[in-house]
């Protein structure tokens, strides 16, 4: 494997790597703050990039119109999932709100077959990410560049939220003690709900960002990246925003050469992946930027 | 109380001259109607609706199709059998489409002794050793040979590199034929890679294909992938011609493709230019009329599949699933719509080989071949 060569995987790498990131930070900050991991997450990535496709091919509307819309919608829904299916049983055993959330999953799914059918459908992509940049021997495609940029943009601004604002703190607050955070007057509910917008904003986001470099819109396309964000969350210390962004970096990269050094083993990606994950969990139980557990 | 004795009065006048019909025969429909090969089962189901029309009824007894869902897996193909057996109590199966599923199914048919026609599964491994299992397609040695050959003739390839899914039977079972029939004609295979089912991202595998520099590439898999790889593969500039096999023949594959897809060749059942029988043209007709969409391999074998059970059915003049089995091997020259069909007693079809291309957009026929 040469020098180019190498340069050239780390670019498709890093591509993959920040579209899972952008998906493991919803599921790490919903996990931080409720200590419930949901399962649904990666069907928001489906309903975002339906939203989006049929604002541009049904309704006609402008590509940033459109894409706001799903962003905005797919926020809403967040919230509502939230308030209609994990609300109720908060104080419920917390296996009950995980097998909810596997169930809103295939509610989810299944309701995308029914009204929408299982043919995929192709997503119209707008022209300005098309093309590549050359250098050298290395093409960077410049969707990549766009995947890298809105990336970066959106973890800056998501850790700005969570370190600077109040609703940060009292996101962060909640996650240590929900009980005394709300002897002090904070509105739970309030900021429960803020952290489902925007943990399915950034779903939303990396869904369309998704499409665009692998354009098949399917009800079930959410299932295997929902799965890869859950691994590269975990990978990173499920909890924290940056280990998120991190896990998710190290499993694109590690997907992308094990393929690339290997061909033989291409078959044997996802295993890889997992293979990743169990190895961090027995050395470093709580993954690479999680907390120490107190012995 | 008035509207309930109404009610009553009209669900018996209903169901007492439907009861005192002729029962009617049932046969089952195992199609993938949903997930990732979606696209072929809603079109079979397309043409085995037009074909019944064509024939809604056998030894003078309406025709009862019942469809059932496999969800494109193969534990659900399985069960789906199993419901349409057991519940629905077919005697004869049409179905699946994929070899994989249809694989997976056809042991349950064999255990109950409900004959089981495939209309496009072509992986060997279908028929062998089976009683109750038929098809009404070649299969994928033939397929492979013929592949090779194209690939050595018409498109002039030294050297080939083969991307193929690893957790699909038909994928990994017509890269083998096609690997064995390419060496043997003087050509060369540099190397392989490999993905599984719902994989989206090929970037790794076809910039490894990239540096091994082939000819062509040999794709033997399904019309989703087909148009992401040749979508990303044309991205990083890997501009050697694809090759591909029957399951990439799905409107989705241009749909999703676009201009990518353009100039891929690949070996197929059947193109609505071969269409050379009467039945042929009378379907084409009421379904050009009726559905109004293209007519494709997997809408034209389901039909044919339809037609060669009702016609089993008529010559064991029985809805015994035996008998209908006895009949349907002894199949000859059934002038089809796809052509004449010639059951073998192995369960395997006698079946010429359409090569297509896709040109400005379209499925566009080349040449037929005979294996």
Redesign the interface.
């Known amino acids: 494997m040469d020098y180019s060569?190498a340069l050239?995987?780390l670019v498709?790498?890093l591509t993959?790597g920040c579209l899972y990131g952008l998906l493991a930070i919803g599921y790490s900050m919903v996990y931080g703050v409720l200590r419930l991991i949901n399962f649904a997450h990666g069907d928001l990535l489906m309903v975002s990039a339906y939203i989006g496709f049929f604002g541009i091919v049904i309704f006609h509307l402008p590509w940033p119109v459109s894409f706001a819309g799903a962003i905005a919608l797919t926020a809403l829904l967040g919230i509502l999932i939230d308030r209609g299916a994990y609300k109720p049983i908060r104080k419920s055993p917390r296996i009950n709100a995980l097998i909810t959330a596997i169930g809103v999953s295939f509610l989810l799914e299944n309701v995308a077959?029914v009204t929408i059918?299982?043919?995929?459908?192709?997503f119209p992509t707008p022209g300005f990410v098309s093309g590549?940049i050359v250098v050298g021997d290395v093409?960077i495609?410049t969707l990549s560049v766009w995947v890298f940029v809105v990336t970066v943009v959106l973890l800056t601004l998501c850790m700005a939220v969570v370190k600077k604002t109040r609703i940060g703190i009292a996101m962060r607050a909640l996650s240590r003690d929900m009980e005394t955070v709300m002897l002090m007057g904070v509105d739970k509910d309030r900021v429960i709900s803020f952290t489902f917008a925007l943990g399915s904003a950034l779903a939303a986001a990396g869904g369309i960002m998704?499409c665009m470099?692998?354009?098949?819109v399917?009800?079930?396309?959410g299932?295997?990246p929902g799965l890869k964000a859950f691994v590269a969350a975990v990978l990173g210390g499920i909890g924290s925003i940056s280990g998120a962004a991190m896990g998710g970096m190290i499993l694109g990269l590690a997907?992308?050469?094990i393929?690339?050094v290997q061909?033989e083993w291409?078959?044997y990606?996802?295993a890889v992946a997992f293979f990743l994950m169990i190895v961090i969990l027995l050395t470093r139980p709580t993954g690479i930027m999680g907390e120490r557990l107190p012995d | 109380m008035t509207w309930i004795v109404g009610i009553i009065a009209a669900i018996i006048m209903g169901v007492v001259p439907a009861a005192m019909a002729e029962e009617p025969i049932n046969i089952g429909a195992l199609l993938p109607m949903t997930g990732s090969v979606a696209a072929f089962g809603q079109m079979a189901w397309d043409g085995i609706n037009t074909a019944r029309k064509i024939e809604p009824e056998a030894l003078g007894r309406p025709i009862d199709i019942k469809l059932s869902d496999t969800k494109s897996e193969k534990v659900d193909s399985a069960n789906a059998v199993s419901r349409l057996i057991e519940k629905e109590k077919v005697v004869v199966v049409i179905g699946e489409l994929i070899s994989g599923n249809t694989i997976a199914a056809s042991d349950y048919a064999e255990r109950t002794k409900i004959p089981m026609v495939s209309p496009t599964a072509t992986n060997p491994l279908v028929t062998q050793g089976k009683q109750f299992v038929f098809r009404v397609c070649f299969i994928d040695p033939e397929q492979g040979r013929v592949a090779a050959k194209l690939a050595l003739d018409e498109l002039h390839a030294k050297t080939a590199a083969i991307i193929y899914d690893i957790s699909q039977d038909y994928c990994v079972g017509l890269k083998t034929f096609f690997q064995r029939e390419f060496t043997q004609g003087g050509g060369k295979i540099l190397g392989e890679v490999m993905y599984k089912m719902g994989d989206r991202d090929f970037t790794p595998q076809l910039s490894r294909i990239k540096s091994l520099k082939p000819d062509i590439i040999y794709a033997p898999i399904y019309y989703t992938e087909c148009a992401l790889i040749a979508k990303q593969a044309r991205e990083m500039g890997l501009n050697a011609p694809i090759l591909a096999g029957d399951g990439v023949q799905a409107p989705e594959l241009i749909q999703l493709g676009g201009k990518a897809v353009e100039g891929i060749y690949f070996t197929a059942h059947f193109h609505t230019d071969t269409i050379s029988t009467p039945m042929g043209k009378k379907f084409f007709e009421l379904f050009t009329k009726e559905v109004g969409k293209e007519l494709d391999s997997y809408t034209a074998q389901s039909a044919d599949a339809y037609f060669v059970v009702v016609d089993a059915i008529k010559r064991a003049g029985s809805t015994d699933p035996v008998k209908i089995r006895d009949a349907l091997s002894a199949t000859k020259d059934f002038e089809g719509l796809t052509g004449k069909i010639t059951i073998k007693p192995d369960g395997n079809a006698i079946k010429p080989m359409v090569v297509n291309k896709v040109k400005d957009g379209k499925f566009v026929y080349v040449t037929t071949i005979m294996p």
């Open positions: 060569f050239q995987q498709y790498g993959v077959l059918g299982g043919r995929p459908k192709s590549a093409s495609p998704w470099k692998y354009p098949a399917e009800p079930f396309m299932v295997i997907e992308v050469f393929v690339a061909p291409s078959g990606r996802d």
